[in-house]
Structures are given as structure tokens and as C-alpha cells.
């Protein structure tokens, strides 16, 4: 569970990062970063990713950064068993390829192959959020071929968010499957509305927008989880399941 003071600074970075005090920004999440570390949480990496945005978005270069993110992933894998440390390794080797040290990346690649995925009995509620019929009954038949059984699926922000409020509340820690282009409130509203319930809450976004998209990197900044791109396989959603599975 994300700490009160936690929440607040993530918060207050938001809302530089919204007014486009991307140097606020920037420190807020960095602090944030250092602290988490030091709890071996796996926010370290995600404050560090986010710090790197705000370096990206004043133009500057996010090196040093995205290796912190790197460094801390690897930290908390050699701390960790099993799943997480799987996910930590996978974790380390995306940042170590995107800053260019493709041997270090290959190598916890590697390691991260050592850990066999178990799969879990019981298996964390999904929400979908989609208002087109055809890949709501596409993520609900892939969904269940992976074992997900407790499925909720909505056509509309609002009721999307209620529902999440309501799991939430019966301490319930659900997956949000969120397109970005909804009836009644763009994808990124409804990301932001969702956050505000749960800091830590795993949210893919599944758009036909490029990654590079205002709207998808403004999501990916607040704290998404993980991204997929229309169209998509079975493949791309279990590889977005397992990060949200150690959100």
C-alpha cells in the first residue's frame, strides 16, 4: 500500500508535470525515487521512468535516469523470488536496451529466464474499459484463455471508475484494461480519476495511438503500467499482464 506522503508528492508532481513544470516535476519525482528505493519498492524504477519524462519533455537527455531505473530493477531482483524477480530482470533489461547497454540488458534477459512462471489459481480481477463489442469479446476470450475468470467490463469511463472504487474498497486490487478513446471521457481522464483511487493501481492502456502520442505519453507520465498497441495479440496482452501482476 502507497503511504499517505507518498501519494501527496506523486500528486503535487502530476500537477507540475500538468502545468508544464517539467523541472519541478523532474526533483519531485527524483525524491520520490530515492525514497522508494531505499524501501526496495518497485516505485523506485517507475519515479525514476518518470523523471526521465520530464527530462524528455524539456529536451534534455534522461541517461542517467533511465540507468537508475536499470540499477534499481537489478537491486530489487537479486532481493526478490520467483515472479517478481522475473519482472524486476525484465524490467532492468527494457532500460538498460533503451539507454544503449544492450550487453547488461541481454544479460538480465538472461537471468530472468531462470524463474519459471507459475501460474496462479486465482487470478486478479480485470477491468475492461472499451465501448467497441469486437475487442471487448476479443480481451475477455484471451483473457480467459490465460485464466483470468473475474471479469468486469464497462463501455463508459464513469462506470469504469465506480466499479474500480467499489473493488478497491472490498480491498480487492483490480487490472484496468483502458482504452483511450471513450463515449463519455477520454482514456487519460479516466487514467487520472483511477490513480487518484490508487496510486499503485495497474492500468495498460490499449490504443491505436503511436507510444509517442500526446495523450499516451501524458498517461504514461501520470503512472500507467504498461502500453498495447491495436492490433494486438494474446502475446502482447500476457507480457502487459505480467508487470501489472507485481503492481
Known amino acids: 500500500m502507497v503511504g499517505k506522503e507518498i501519494k501527496q508528492k506523486y500528486d503535487l508532481a502530476r500537477t507540475y508535470l500538468r502545468n508544464k513544470q517539467t523541472a519541478s516535476a523532474h526533483n519531485l519525482f527524483l525524491e520520490l525515487a ?9 516505485l ?6 518518470l523523471a526521465a519524462e ?7 537527455d534522461s541517461y542517467d535516469e533511465i540507468l537508475n531505473a536499470g540499477k534499481s530493477y537489478l537491486e530489487l531482483a537479486k ?4 515472479q517478481k524477480a522475473r519482472i524486476a530482470y525484465l524490467c532492468a533489461a527494457r532500460c538498460y536496451l533503451r539507454i544503449g547497454q544492450y550487453e547488461v540488458a541481454r544479460n538480465a534477459f538472461d537471468k530472468s529466464k531462470q524463474f519459471v512462471v507459475k ?47 467499489k ?45 509517442t ?11 500507467a503500467t504498461a502500453f498495447i498497441q491495436k492490433p494486438f495479440t494474446i502475446d502482447d496482452l500476457r507480457a502487459a499482464l505480467n508487470v501489472a501482476e507485481v503492481s
Open 44 to 49: 523506485a524504477g517507475l519515479f525514476f521512468i
Open 54 to 60: 520530464c527530462k524528455i519533455q524539456q529536451g534534455k
Open 213 to 223: 502520442s500526446p495523450r499516451v505519453k501524458k498517461t504514461i507520465g501520470w503512472g
Open 79 to 82: 532481493a526478490e523470488k520467483s
Open 119 to 165: 501460474v496462479s489459481e486465482e487470478k486478479r480481477p480485470v477491468i475492461i474499459v472499451d465501448d467497441s463489442p469486437a475487442i471487448t469479446m476479443k480481451l475477455t476470450n484471451y483473457l480467459k484463455k490465460i485464466g483470468y475468470k473475474d471479469l468486469y467490463t464497462f463501455e463508459k469511463g464513469k462506470q469504469a471508475v465506480e466499479a474500480c472504487k
Open 167 to 211: 473493488l478497491i474498497q472490498s480491498s480487492q486490487n483490480p487490472i484496468i484494461l483502458l482504452d483511450m478513446g471513450l463515449p463519455d471521457i477520454e482514456g487519460d481522464v479516466v487514467a487520472s480519476k483511477l490513480l487518484e483511487l490508487k496510486l499503485d493501481l495497474p492500468i495498460i492502456l490499449i490504443t491505436a495511438d503511436e507510444k
Open 34 to 42: 530515492e525514497k522508494e528505493k531505499k524501501n526496495k519498492s518497485f
